[in-house]
């Protein structure tokens, strides 16, 4: 089930966030994503439409969305390659005509998997936080 999260859920899913981050991102140090947390959770989720994707209870997904852009979409790591991200993208598509969200260069799982859900590379930039590059990629509705 997709739905909206609550407040109280920030916690969980600031966890999820930071597991799949270290996970996903083994070229950017631990400690960055540590620095991070306090901002995720006070911040970056509050200031977002974000929703889960929940199963028996339990949080194996969510996705964020703010101003035209998908900042956050992260899956719990034993959830990882089982339809969740599908799923999260596919909700969020039928809320907007366009999305766009950026993905580190060395990142290369995310970014064939984002390039499968249609998705298409327009730019790159290094990023503000960590001074990675990063590909720009947008989905707009046919």
Request: with cysteine; charged share 20%; net charge neutral.
């Amino acid at each position: 089930m997709i739905r909206k999260m609550n407040a109280v859920e920030v916690d969980t899913l600031v966890s999820l966030w930071f597991k799949s981050s270290v996970k996903a991102h083994n070229f950017i140090p631990e400690d960055f994503w540590q620095s991070q947390m306090l901002a995720m959770k006070e911040s970056y989720l509050p200031n977002s439409d974000t929703y889960i994707y929940e199963e028996n209870n339990h949080i194996l997904g969510f996705i964020s969305y703010h101003q035209g852009f998908v900042p956050a979409l992260f899956v719990s790591p034993n959830a990882q390659s089982q339809g969740v991200g599908s799923k999260l993208l596919n909700f969020i598509k039928q809320l907007h005509n366009q999305l766009q969200l950026a993905v580190y260069v060395q990142n290369h799982r995310a970014h064939s998997f984002y390039q499968s859900q249609g998705f298409k590379d327009f730019d790159r930039q290094l990023c503000e936080h960590t001074k990675h590059e990063e590909i720009l990629m947008e989905w707009r509705k046919t």
